[in-house]
């Protein structure tokens, strides 16, 4: 068996209505690249990413067997496809690639942006509506999490859980205060990254002390020897090759610490997270995909829905999920989306106004503006409510935008 053909889709999702606004302001996770492989056997593998891999990856797959890719470290979309093949080969689910199956059912969060109280009390429903019972988002410190959390609690159905990720911290809260005082609310589940990633000691100290869960995704030593010093109560593989989270899997099962698959992507995606998440032995803790439940598109013909926040994994031989081709095609023809400008307006209390637009050389600066050291100190329970100011042509937007891109800011009294 070799592969003859690697077919390539490009396709741009669009965000559910009821969510692209503030979707739109963050990231564009709508366009995706999906691998369509082909064997001299009549086989066909499927593989998702975002971005298209080089020319001479793509060579090196052509020709080989899928089974030199067992273990795959070279590409997660590429690698994806070689498992999808592999198990319709053996006839066998991807889950028994892996070894033996640890569970059928694989729990999974929901993940969206930090918005307006308001919009995150309505995430929070439609998430609920659509089988999840827990919703992971990035705190912003342009949002008050305080005003947030009492606005979803508000909403949420009994059980239903947030996963906060504070990416790390990057304001002057003290975090093991802000842990107590979100933990008073029921609706609270687990804290990320709440410190840096390379304080160790103090992610020690911090679980000792926390009412929730501490979850580590970002590591000093790459999710090695800080694990044996118990710094967290589960962690996070993000975006991983596949045998690199492998390894790291037997590694979490040797010091029986929990931990979850956060690769980013949709249909294909969420499938391969479902049947790695079965066979390893401590992956307990939900998954990640992110795009799955923001997409009003899907473009495989029985998408993976959770059911009280759990998804069944396949029995079918590989991944179990197959294109709908029809859907694809009119994915092709969606135009991607156009990145907004516009100002982040913070109308504080007290009467003063911050007047900020997301820094194009930082990527991340919605949740961490810190990081282009253009602001002021900032915090997550500052209180204040923001709104963005939409491109409107209008002379005061044009003035204010010159303004804020020759001083990173304009602070305002009341």
Known sequence: ???????????????DEARAYELSHYHDLTQRTI???HTDNGLVGLGESEGVEKQEVLDRYIGSNPFDWVGDETSLGLGTAMYDLMGKAAGVPVYKLFGQKHRSWIPVAAWTVSTHPDRMARAVQAFAAQGHTWMKFHLSPFENVIDQTEAMQQVAPKGFKLHYDFTMHGTEDHMPGLLDRLSEYEIAGCFEDPLPAEDIDGYIELRQRARRPIVLHHFPTAATYEIFRRPADAYMLGHSKIGEAVRKAGLFAASNSAFMLQNTGSDITRAMNVHMMAAFPSANFHFVSAISEVSSQHFVTQPLHPINGLIRVPEQ?????ELNMNQVQLLEQI???????FIIVCKYDNGATLYTR????????????DWSRTLMP??????LNTEYWDDDGSDQ????????EEAGAVLKAS
């Open 35 to 37: 691998y369509i492989v």
């Open 1 to 15: 068996m070799k592969i003859t053909d690697i077919d390539i889709r490009r396709v741009a999702l669009e965000y």
């Open 358 to 369: 997301p820094d194009p050389e930082n990527p991340h600066f919605m949740v961490r503006p």
């Open 397 to 404: 937007f044009n003035e204010m935008m010159t303004k804020i």
């Open 335 to 341: 135009e991607p989306m156009g990145k907004p400008r």
């Open 317 to 321: 031989p590989g991944l179990g999920v």
């Open 378 to 383: 900032m915090s997550f329970v500052a209180p």
